[in-house]
């Protein structure tokens, strides 16, 4: 099945950017998410990316999606306090109900 | 479009009670999913239906676990005879077959097993 890794923990100043990396097994995943996650709350979708592209811009944030070496990162520009969070990417199969496979997670610390 | 709904939010059990949780996905969506969260993790498959039609559960949803969605609309998921190692928030998340790229979550179920 496919295994997704992430590194745990990134710190960045307020107003800078942030890139959080993410590497998975699969090639074969349709599609690539990334989620948001609050203490104690749900998943937050962000963005997604299907795997024939290479790169998506949603305002402050840009999805990579390098299929050669199985990367995938996020950046977001103008890093803001509320940003501060757990950030899962997770992968997903259309033909097989799209149910997801997720990464373990990094939690991003906006410090002032 | 009011968003995935869950309930409880939070359960707090004794060892060997039996809980259920319902979820309640985004109206028009076909999609239905359970997933597992415990700490410092991200969240695990357990199954999905489509309609009311369950057509995949995961080698986590042991036999205490059942999950129904007998209208295909709200579902609910039971854990029967709780043991602590259930303790985990249960994530419900929905989406349209037509268009799976969209996967929205709700806000979770907390489980405790005391």
């Known amino acids: 099945g496919e295994d997704v890794e992430q590194s745990l923990f990134l710190s960045v100043r307020e107003g800078d950017s942030s890139v959080i990396n993410c590497t998975y097994t699969?090639?074969?995943?349709?599609?690539l998410y990334w989620y948001k996650q609050e203490p104690g709350a749900g998943l937050q979708l962000l963005t997604y990316?299907?795997?024939?592209?290479d790169m998506k811009q949603d305002q402050r944030l840009t999805v990579l999606l390098n299929k050669k070496d199985k990367h995938l990162s996020l950046r977001i520009a103008d890093t803001q306090t509320g940003d501060s969070a757990i950030y899962f990417c997770?992968?997903?199969?259309?033909?097989?109900?799209?149910?997801?496979?997720f990464g373990t997670g990094t939690q991003l610390k906006v410090e002032l | 479009d009011t968003g995935v709904s869950q309930d409880p939010r939070h359960k707090i059990t004794k060892r060997g009670q039996n809980v259920t949780f319902r979820c309640d996905p985004i109206?028009?969506?076909?999609?239905l999913y359970w997933y597992r969260q415990t700490l410092g993790q991200g969240p695990e498959f357990l199954t999905y239906?489509?309609?009311?039609?369950?057509?995949?559960k995961s080698r986590l949803l042991s036999d205490r676990f059942s999950a129904e969605r007998p209208k295909g609309s709200f579902s609910t998921l039971e854990i029967q005879r709780t043991e602590q190692g259930d303790s985990a928030m249960y994530l419900c998340a929905s989406s349209l077959a037509s268009s799976g790229n969209t996967i929205y979550f709700g806000e979770g179920s907390w489980l405790t097993v005391v």
């Open positions: 239906f489509q309609n009311e039609a369950q057509l995949e």
């Open positions: 990316i299907f795997s024939n592209m």
């Open positions: 699969d090639s074969s995943s349709t599609y």
């Open positions: 109206s028009e969506h076909n999609r």
């Open positions: 997770a992968g997903g199969l259309t033909g097989g109900g799209n149910k997801l496979t």
